[in-house]
């Protein structure tokens, strides 16, 4: 498909692009547009009236085949009134002599080809039953009936069954029994045999002189096995020349969808017996009713077909009648005449466009030489059509062409040199723009942790100014609980024996509340352990921490996994801090994690963008349940907790400790999976002269 779409769209290029092609497609578009117009026209008409012919023509054969089955019928029934009209008849039937009539009625029977004749009297009974003869049954019917009591002949087609024929004519009960045989596109059914028979039957009443009905000629003709009658109608449908030679004419007749009488040839040599007809044209013919005219597959071919339903007395749709031809001559005639139609137009179409091209020439060699000068000019040459033998328009045309040419290739020359200078220019501001981007980015960066920084820094001396109004609060009552606590001890004296367990539980207590306000005011402003800055193995410190919380890690079996990788370890820090964020840090992601979790303890450099060490980076991370993404932003803010134990302290005051000394930390998480922490610290911070503090300095 992509193939035929470039070639189709070249095409459109090349009629776009060229005189030469855009005279051809004028010359060549209304040829090949009408040729295949009028093929598909031709085609279609043909198929068309040919088609209503043969349809006509079936239908019509129908009609003949339906009017040679009434006369049939009709013949019979005129030799029987012969028969019973004859004085030689009357006779014999008014002397009873049996030997004479039985003669007349075999000699009948044989010369009008009945499959049965009988002379039944007007209850059914054979009419010779004094004779030893076979005792047969007329089957009663509404034939039977009128003949019988109206004194009415008739004829008509019935149904006989297997037990109708034995007591009819017991020796056509076994002509009748017939296998069906699979046939494509046929209707499904579970029988496998047919054993009914299918009869053209005839009723004749005999009178006595009194005109009444004293007896009941009764013939009948077998149309199961009944290939004389399918072929005497087939040869009366199908005469010489009505047909191709190479085609087909077939009659047939159906017991329901069963063919019963044919020349439908199955294989060399034999008859489509017991094949069935397809299942549509079942439907239509024998359930609606309705006659099918239209091409039908026919056993193994496909035959233009015609089909009606076969009434019996009764009015009960009992088989069909068919007659039909090979489609296949027909068709192959039509191919035959579609390839010598097609032959000619396309001798025509091809002729027409040789003497349009031809006729061309004369416009397409003046314009070839400037077709070269532009395919030339397109492909970077220099090149000039020059002078033309041609004076009129054309060479008009090539003169400006040239002159347009030359102004042309002055005009280039110009826009190199202006494209030139202005490429370098804009090299040159496009570099300088991107630098000033470069520092856009970070000065904003900057800005946005100075204000993080900021931000944490003034809800930190918030913190720090409840915290000491609140110790100074709690150090005055204590200092009086203690003063009075003394006194009370020096006046009892020996008395104070029985409750001085209750007195050292009260001294207790308060040097606890002292202890706790002293941690607060530590936590609010932890500048106090700036002057023991020492250098720090990052190593050792982190073991030492990992001894300190041994009780915490095998309460809950969590595993510790340690991946020390910085080439540079030591950093200058106070190690108490240090150890006090690490223990922060690790009892977090203890109590995040499940039942025996993960923790993972890493160290590696802390490198700048030019690959500088700068310091150390120690990661904590966890498997634990992580942190909401919402709540990341909040992590370090002062007393915010995303648990129900904890005061919300430990993580803005590590986080503090570490600004001080010029370092970070950052959080990463996912919900439900996993948290990781990374510390930052510099292997050298600065310190303010002023207030002896760490000054905040750029995270690479």
Not at 124 to 146: A, C, R, W
Not at 402 to 414: A, G, I, K
Not at 464 to 475: F, K, M
Not at 568 to 573: D, Q
């Amino acid at each position: 498909m992509h193939i035929k779409t470039l070639s189709f769209s070249r095409l459109l290029y090349l009629i776009s692009s060229s005189l030469r092609y855009k005279l051809l497609s004028l010359v060549l578009f209304p040829i090949l547009l009408v040729t295949p117009a009028i093929l598909l026209f031709a085609v279609y008409m043909v198929q068309y009236f040919s088609y209503e012919q043969l349809l006509l023509k079936v239908n019509t054969d129908l009609s003949v085949a339906h009017a040679a089955f009434q006369r049939i019928q009709q013949d019979h029934l005129g030799l029987l009134k012969e028969l019973a009209g004859s004085y030689a008849f009357r006779d014999n039937l008014l002397r009873r002599d049996f030997i004479k009539l039985k003669n007349q009625l075999l000699a009948q029977k044989l010369g009008g080809s009945f499959d049965y004749l009988h002379l039944s009297t007007i209850s059914g009974q054979d009419y010779f039953s004094d004779l030893e003869l076979p005792n047969v049954i007329s089957k009663t019917s509404d034939l039977f009936h009128d003949a019988v009591y109206h004194g009415l002949p008739h004829t008509g087609i019935e149904l006989f069954s297997q037990e109708d024929l034995k007591q009819t004519a017991p020796n056509l009960a076994k002509q009748v029994q017939l296998p069906l045989l699979d046939t494509l596109r046929a209707s499904p059914t579970q029988r496998t045999t047919e054993d009914r028979g299918l009869m053209l039957r005839m009723v004749y009443p005999v009178r006595n002189l009194h005109n009444n009905v004293i007896a009941v000629l009764d013939g009948g003709i077998l149309l199961n096995n009944n290939f004389d009658f399918v072929d005497k109608i087939r040869d009366l449908v199908y005469g010489a020349g009505s047909l191709p030679a190479d085609s087909l004419g077939t009659v047939t007749v159906f017991l329901e969808d069963v063919r019963i009488s044919t020349n439908v040839p199955l294989d060399r040599g034999e008859r489509a017996l017991g094949t069935r007809v397809s299942q549509q044209v079942r439907d239509q013919v024998l359930q609606q009713g309705e006659k099918w005219i239209d091409r039908a597959f026919v056993v193994n071919d496909w035959y233009i077909s015609a089909y009606e339903p076969l009434v019996d007395v009764q009015g009960q749709r009992v088989g069909m009648l068919y007659t039909g031809f090979l489609e296949t001559p027909f068709r192959n005639d039509f191919y035959e005449f579609i390839s010598l139609l097609l032959f000619f137009l396309l001798c025509g179409a091809g002729f027409a466009a040789f003497l349009a091209i031809r006729g061309a020439q004369s416009i397409f060699k003046p314009i070839e030489a400037i077709s070269r000068v532009v395919r030339a000019t397109q492909a970077g040459q220099d090149q000039r059509i020059g002078a033309l033998s041609s004076h009129d328009e054309i060479g008009e045309l090539a003169h400006q062409f040239d002159h347009m040419l030359d102004l042309l290739n002055q005009r280039n020359q110009q826009i190199q040199k202006a494209a030139e200078g202005l490429e370098h220019e804009v090299t040159a501001r496009t570099q300088a723009l991107r630098e000033q981007n470069h520092r856009l980015e970070k000065t904003i960066e900057l800005l946005k942790q100075t204000q993080q920084q900021l931000i944490l820094a003034e809800k930190l001396a918030a913190l720090g100014e409840l915290t000491a109004g609140v110790a100074h609060e709690i150090n005055n009552p204590t200092a009086v609980i203690m003063g009075n606590m003394d006194v009370l001890m020096h006046v009892l004296g020996q008395q104070a024996a029985p409750v001085q367990t209750e007195i050292d539980l009260i001294i207790e207590q308060v040097y606890r509340i002292q202890a706790i306000v002293s941690q607060l005011l530590q936590y609010a402003r932890p500048s106090s352990d700036i002057s023991h800055v020492s250098e720090t193995d990052i190593e050792t410190v982190l073991g030492d921490t990992l001894l300190l919380v041994k009780h915490e890690l095998a309460n809950k079996a969590t595993q510790i996994e340690t991946q020390f990788q910085a080439q540079h370890h030591c950093v200058l820090i106070n190690r108490q801090a240090l150890q006090q964020v690490l223990i922060n840090l690790i009892i977090n992601s203890i109590q995040s994690t499940p039942i025996q979790g993960k923790i993972t303890l890493m160290t590696e450099d802390w490198l700048s963008d030019q690959q500088t060490v700068l310091g150390v980076v120690i990661t904590v991370a966890d498997n634990g349940e992580g942190i909401a993404e919402d709540q990341l932003g909040r992590i370090f803010d002062p007393f915010f907790t995303s648990r129900k134990e904890g005061t919300g302290l430990g993580l803005s005051v590590s986080y503090s400790i570490i600004q001080r000394y010029g370092g970070d930390i950052r959080v990463s998480s996912k919900q439900g999976e996993w948290t990781q922490f990374q510390v930052f610290l510099r292997q050298k911070p600065v310190f303010s002269k002023e207030n002896s503090e760490l000054v905040a300095v750029e995270i690479e």
